[in-house]
């Protein structure tokens, strides 16, 4: 092998049977991502002239970031350590890089992984999506996103010239079915008279002041099992919302700072609400006292906790709320469905959807309207919200008296 003076990266070899052919090794830099070194390597031309444009136009494409060295291999499982080690620490919640985790491990690089990415085509993405379409329908989507971002940053690292999975074509979604998970007033309250009747003993009692929170004020689940008394002011009738409960990296739940700034807020709660957590409060001293915590921190303890003192496994609630369900015989909604049915309950009231944006932390008054509030009134709803109100107002011009549930 000689370098051809003049021609720097081109050399002229002899073959075996003594022919004269030309190739190419020329140094083109640093790939600015990876650090690695790229080369242009080729050979087996019959033409110098040949040679020379496949060395100037490796320069070219290299200058304009499209070069593809097509030396070393790269699995798509490490094009996707690469990215990870990026957006890991990009300020993203901990329970959000656990469930991209969860997703990219369990369907992305379980059938792609190992495949070499400059090897992989619009064919094998093709299949792969149309396979992933049929095991989850509903949020195949949601996969698709993450294989998308992995195979752009190997476009982005010069390891391949184009992204497959711009080639697909992606089935169709199942129709949507109206949203309707959400209570109407009537329904709620049948909730909760079913969580006393339905959930025996005292677990009864905290499942029913549980959801009775939940629905009266519109927090997140995980806003609500981080809440502690001192977060409670019983002289303002209001609760403090300044943490959530998250997942972590490794799948465990921890307290943490809210979702986003505009989470952290004070939501007002009615008086009648505030009596009954009282007597829930009064309630629970009682019970940590028997079960032998004695020397709790009575301002950081929890307004709802586990059987240990604990924060409640989200798994639990979802369990309090389908054993209510089964049971009583009720249409069951998500947990998060409750935090709905407040929103819409205030728009129904009459509350400006600005104003319910920010009871319900939102950083966005479109995600409250869009998503949030649903709109449909029945005249069975408007009737119960009059009588509600003729209540309130009957009920303190005589004796006092409360009734079972204010919504506002």
């Known amino acids: ?9 081109i050399y002229d070899y002899e073959t075996k049977s003594g022919k004269k052919k030309f190739g190419v090794d020329y140094y083109l830099g640093k790939n600015k991502f990876t650090g690695n070194s790229v080369k242009a390597r080729k050979k087996g031309f019959t033409d110098f002239r040949d040679a020379l444009k496949f060395r100037d136009d490796a320069i070219s494409d290299f200058k304009d970031g499209v070069y593809n060295a097509t030396a070393k291999k790269h699995k798509l499982k490490q094009v996707y350590s690469i990215w990870w080690a990026t957006y890991s620490k990009s300020g993203v919640s901990s329970s959000t890089l656990y469930n991209v985790s969860l997703l ?13 990415v400059e090897d992989i085509t619009g064919f094998d993405c093709q299949n792969f999506v149309n396979r992933l379409s049929k095991a989850m329908p509903k949020s195949f989507n949601n996969v698709i996103v993450y294989a998308k971002i992995i195979f ?5 690292y010069n390891y391949i010239a184009k992204s497959p999975m711009d080639f697909i074509d992606k089935p169709r979604k199942p129709r949507k079915e109206e949203n309707n998970n959400c209570y109407s007033i009537d329904e709620y309250l049948t909730f909760l008279d079913a969580c006393q009747k339905h959930i025996r003993g005292k677990r009864g009692q905290k499942v029913y002041y549980f959801f009775l929170l939940l629905g009266n004020t519109g927090v997140r689940s995980g806003e609500l099992r981080a809440l502690t008394w001192a977060d409670v002011d019983f002289e303002n009738n209001a609760i403090h919302v300044n943490k959530t409960v998250k997942t972590n990296t490794d799948g465990k739940q921890v307290v943490g700072i809210t979702k986003t700034p505009k989470s952290t807020r004070y939501v007002p709660v009615e008086p009648d609400v505030m009596e009954k957590l009282k007597k829930w409060k009064i309630e629970q001293s009682e019970r940590l006292f028997k079960a032998g915590f004695k020397d709790y921190d009575k301002l950081k303890q929890l307004v709802f906790s586990d059987t240990r003192n604990h924060v409640i496994n989200l ?16 249409r069951r909604i998500k947990i998060h469905g409750f935090r709905h049915t407040f929103a819409t309950m205030c728009s129904n009231a009459g509350l400006k959807p600005e104003t319910i944006s920010i009871l319900l932390g939102h950083s966005s008054i479109k995600t409250t309207v869009d998503v949030y509030v649903h709109p449909k009134i029945t005249e069975k709803d408007k009737q119960l919200m009059s009588a509600y109100y003729v209540a ?6 005589t004796n006092g008296a409360t009734p079972y549930l204010r919504v506002l």
């Open 1 to 9: 092998m000689k370098e051809i003076k003049g021609t720097d990266g």
């Open 104 to 116: 990219v491990n369990n369907h992305i690089l379980k059938e792609l992984g190992n495949m070499y």
């Open 152 to 156: 752009d940053k190997a476009v982005k």
């Open 315 to 330: 798994a639990t609630i979802r369990l309090w709320n389908k054993q209510v369900c089964e049971d009583a015989g009720l």
């Open 392 to 397: 309130n107002k009957q009920e303190r011009a």
